[in-house]
């Protein structure tokens, strides 16, 4: 039998230290951190970057099948996504939780040693936040803080006709992720029989462990280039590219064949018969880096494994297109991933 | 008929420029605002203050007597009280919400409304954020950033046996509003009677549209005051005055006939037989600021007439304690304001 300590046995503050009693800062910045009103940041006259995510249970994640570390872990990873988007470094999270009373104290602790793990890959200090009950579900609220050399961030409105559109990483993969877990939880649901998850570790991954990508900041750092415009690709690549190029004011041109897909991603997909294509274009929850260089970049880009050039922007006129391997040409829509599971 | 625009015709992000189109930011720091996927803020060589609270319906607000406008507001104002707590100045506020789909545009524009006279009162810039749908009920998450020269801040760790005891304002206010819109909202819920708040104008206002001390603040850095310790009050003054001697390792003693009582507040408790010290003691939600100073300050202390001198930090070996008005002494007790109600 597992121990379970009742929430209420501890009151607010004796949970908030034993939450907390582990959590080292390990940035300079950091001057003043858990305990206080607020916590103190000095960026030495860096700019100041902070980002911010609600997540809610039955919204954002199934507790039916996504393992409390893990979501503790993708919690902070989807906010340090934000602040690596903007072509910054994330240096502090605050995190603030609201939890029913079906919660033990264990299973809070196995929430916070997924966000200490994320803190700890990240090199970030969880700085503060707030906990309460709630009267169901549970609501998780991130905010992150980084910094960036004056003037070096990314925005998404910077691109321009001719600039060369790339992302990082492969697609679609969690939006397959979640689609296996949810049949498989549905069969558990009426079943009872237990998830047949062999082989498909790489989309589980992608779903319940997302990583934020740094290296691919650091990389452009390295190799001097500055992204004319940035995101993360949390919605899908067609709503999200959809907005570079609002905001940019730019049209676009998309190669199905350029798109980045893993292989064991393809191959579930056609198990399940989706069009792999229709995943990396609508799934969401990657958390790639989706950006555009100037064509001046293009040998930076070409060299790096990581980095695919999926398409070019155009001027505004031209629309927002696909052109599919047999050389048709569509225009781009925005389904986002709820769009494939109905 | 009012207009009812559901927030399904909208779409998340048509949702999003609908409630910040409006938003205007003044702070020079604010180099990047809402509209992608952080904010950038520039703080030129000072500290940055971050702090942050989350609100659950059913938990810190019932919408049955909570004007959603006052909502926003005070949502905004208690995460201020927060940073003035440090001896800082806000500077911007990142807010997320989540909300089920019983709620409407015209809903979320009044709540907005509030945020946004909030941060104009305060003169802070709403910077980002998140909007959620949610299953169940209303969430809130707010975040402060706020800017304090280098190592001026003020910790609830710094005070000294002898310091003197201070607060701003009068409490218990805030703790007898709950108490009288909580009574008049069974009523209504019972019997169809419209609340009666006659007379009650101000334990109402304490309650619903709470203000944070920024004058006490301002007045700190004009008379040359720096507190030893300082927190806002939101559990009560007994629980988080023993916050304030546990991490500063002192005792207390407090004199009951020092505690700061609005005359109207006095008389409300009197009608509802509560004793109108314990409701000072142990009355939540009043974000007044408690705080202590050297001896050497009490004659400033004492030319401002928003400033109580209740008590004094002793040895810890002296045990918390408060003298009543018949000259008892008593251990002080943290209760919190549920004990109240119980």
């Given amino acids: 039998m597992e121990d379970r300590t009742e929430i209420e046995s501890l009151g607010e503050f004796e949970l908030i230290d034993h939450l907390t009693n582990n959590n080292e800062t390990s940035n300079a910045s950091t001057i003043l951190s858990i305990g206080d009103d607020a916590a103190v940041i000095d960026h030495f006259g860096r700019q100041t970057v902070i980002s911010t995510d609600l997540l809610l249970e039955g ?12 979501l503790g872990y993708k919690s902070v ?8 988007a903007m072509n910054a470094v994330p240096t502090q999270v605050v995190l603030s939780i609201g939890f029913s009373n079906r919660f033990s104290v264990e299973a809070l602790d196995e929430f916070y040693a997924g966000v200490y ?17 709630s009267l169901r ?23 321009n006709a001719n600039d060369l559109i790339c992302v990082s990483g492969e697609l679609g993969g969690a939006f397959l992720g979640l689609t296996l877990l949810e049949r498989e939880n549905k069969i558990f649901q009426e079943t009872g029989a237990q998830p047949d998850l062999e082989g498909q570790a790489y989309i589980v991954g992608r779903l319940l462990k997302p990583e934020a990508r740094r290296d691919i900041i650091e990389y452009f750092a390295e190799a001097g280039i500055k992204p004319t415009s940035m995101m993360d690709i949390s919605d ?37 018969q989706l069009d792999p294509t229709a995943c990396a274009l609508s799934g969401g929850e990657d958390y790639e880096l ?23 922007m155009t001027e505004p006129g031209e629309g927002k297109n696909i052109v599919t391997r047999a050389g048709n040409r569509y225009a781009l829509v925005a389904q986002g991933w709820n769009h494939l599971t109905k």
């Fill in 290 to 312: 989706l950006f555009t260089v100037a064509q001046a970049d293009f040998e930076k880009i070409k060299t790096n494994p990581s980095l695919s050039i999926i398409g070019y």
């Fill in 117 to 133: 793990a994320a803190c700890q890959e990240y090199n970030v200090d969880l700085v503060g936040g707030d906990t309460s009950t």
């Fill in 137 to 159: 579900g549970f609501v998780i609220s991130v905010t992150a803080i980084g910094e960036v050399a004056p003037d070096t961030y990314v925005k998404r409105s910077g691109a």
């Fill in 77 to 84: 990873v989807v906010n340090l996504s934000d602040i690596y």
């Fill in 236 to 272: 899908g690549l067609s709503s999200d590219l959809l907005h570079l190029c609002k905001q940019s004011n730019t049209g676009c041109v998309l190669y199905e064949e350029k798109l980045p897909l893993n292989e064991e991603a393809r191959e579930f997909a056609y198990k399940l």
């Fill in 59 to 70: 919204i954002h994640f199934d507790l039916g099948y996504t393992p409390l570390k893990h």
